[in-house]
T-cell receptor, first 112, second 111 residues
Framework: KAGVTQTPRYLIKTRGQQVTLSCSPI?????VSWYQQTPGQGLQFLFE???????NKGNFPGRFSGRQFSNSRSEMNVSTLELGDSALYLC???????????FGPGTRLTVL | QQQVKQSPQSLIVQKGGISIINCAYE??????FPWYQQFPGKGPALLIA?????SEKKEGRFTISFNKSAKQFSLHIMDSQPGDSATYFC??????????FGTGTSLTVIP
């Protein structure tokens, strides 16, 4: 069974640009969550989608947005990039409530 | 505000020793407490998890101890091996919808 895949794996952008990251969950998983991982803050929850609906949102500015498609694939978008947005962005999928989350390898975003 | 506090930040253990990582939480509504292991260049992988109705769970060399009254839980790695060298994260969630993670512990097991 294929795991969670994320594309691209590495990305370099400059301040002010926008970026779109993609996540394909494990087949049959309908819940997709996004996290930002930085050395100082650890993993911080961005948002979670289930059946194309955002069910939960973390404490991030509106520049961070996401969506989920009918095939459960998800994208997150960051607009007007700032230097502090440099991080590893992780996607995790699960079947639904009270189920194990499986993480992808992440997308390493560097903002110059 | 950090919902889950993890310590230590880094840990060095001799091969064969016991590694202990501690976490504390505030929200008594949390009902699921997983531990994740992360190797460089990889996403976190679930290691072991516990629910608050039990005080201990053991899987192989890995044990979670859970103290509901103190709102603390810990990971014990027995007979630590160099292959266990990784970053470990504790987490807590309500209904597995939103997970709150600790800041991570970098474990190094010296041969």
């Amino acid at each position: 069974k294929a795991g969670v895949t994320q594309t691209p794996r590495y990305l370099i952008k400059t301040r002010g640009q926008q970026v779109t990251l993609s996540c394909s969950p494990i087949s049959g998983h309908r819940s997709v969550s996004w996290y930002q991982q930085t050395p100082g803050q650890g993993l911080q929850f961005l948002f979670e989608y289930f059946s194309e609906t955002q069910r939960n949102k973390g404490n991030f500015p509106g520049r961070f947005s996401g969506r989920q498609f009918s095939n459960s694939r998800s994208e997150m978008n960051v607009s007007t990039l700032e230097l502090g947005d440099s991080a590893l962005y992780l996607c995790a999928s699960s079947r639904d409530f009270n189920n194990e989350q499986f993480f992808g390898p992440g997308t390493r975003l560097t903002v110059l | 505000q950090q919902q889950v506090k993890q310590s230590p930040q880094s840990l060095i253990v001799q091969k064969g020793g016991i590694s202990i990582i501690n976490c504390a939480y505030e929200n008594t509504a949390f009902d699921y407490f997983p531990w994740y292991q992360q190797f460089p260049g990889k996403g976190p992988a679930l290691l072991i998890a516990i629910r608050p109705d039990v005080s201990e769970k053991k899987e192989g060399r890995f044990t979670i101890s859970f103290n509901k009254s103190a709102k603390q839980f810990s990971l014990h790695i027995m007979d630590s091996q160099p292959g266990d060298s990784a970053t470990y994260f504790c987490a807590a969630s309500m209904f597995s919808v939103q997970f709150y993670f600790g800041t991570g512990t970098s474990l190094t097991v010296i041969p």
